[in-house]
């Protein structure tokens, strides 16, 4: 079963529960991949479904911390909520010994040698490791490994 297709299952299932914030996620997210594959011409892959749902948590994770600043715990708590219901679709995530390991695999592979380089590994990097570790996270430790050389 693709991806797209167990979101819809689940979105399906939410509706008979009567679950209306499971509903709401989950009905927002099918709407952000309609309009990525009407973008694109064709329905989209795995892969791809798995980066608009990273795309919706990043959201949801800005939206917290700008919640938070702005003193309103409750809109906090509702994207928290929000976002554990989006991580469920999410592969599981690399561990800071994986992550390292494969930033040390894409060095090798690309043979990076400095900093000026870190747009090699990147490009090395991420598709492999796509919805399974925050791309922010990803540039940082990048960059100390890479200064490190």
């Known amino acids: 079963m693709s991806l797209a297709d167990r979101l819809f299952s689940e979105q399906q299932r939410a509706m008979k529960e009567g679950d209306k914030m499971r509903l709401s996620v989950l009905r927002l997210l099918r709407a952000v991949?309609?309009?990525?594959?009407?973008e694109k011409g064709r329905p989209l892959d795995d892969t791809e479904v798995i980066q608009?749902?990273?795309?919706?948590?990043?959201?949801?994770r800005e939206a917290i911390v700008q919640y938070r600043q702005g003193k309103r715990e409750d809109l906090a708590k509702k994207e928290e909520t929000e976002l554990k219901i989006l991580e469920e679709f999410l592969p599981p995530q690399l561990s800071e010994e994986?992550?390292?390991?494969?930033?040390?695999?894409?060095?090798?592979a690309t043979e990076a040698a400095?900093?000026?380089?870190?747009?090699?590994?990147?490009?090395?990097?991420?598709?492999?490791?796509?919805?399974?570790v925050d791309g922010k996270l990803v540039s940082e430790r990048v960059k100390?490994?890479?200064?490190?050389r």
């Not at 608009?52 to 949801?60: E, G």
């Open 114 to 132: 400095s900093i000026k380089d870190m747009g090699k590994v990147m490009a090395h990097l991420m598709p492999q490791i796509s919805g399974r």
């Open 52 to 60: 608009a749902i990273s795309s919706s948590c990043k959201q949801r």
């Open 33 to 38: 991949i309609k309009n990525r594959e009407v």
């Open 144 to 148: 100390e490994t890479l200064l490190k």
């Open 98 to 108: 994986e992550l390292f390991s494969k930033i040390q695999e894409a060095i090798r």
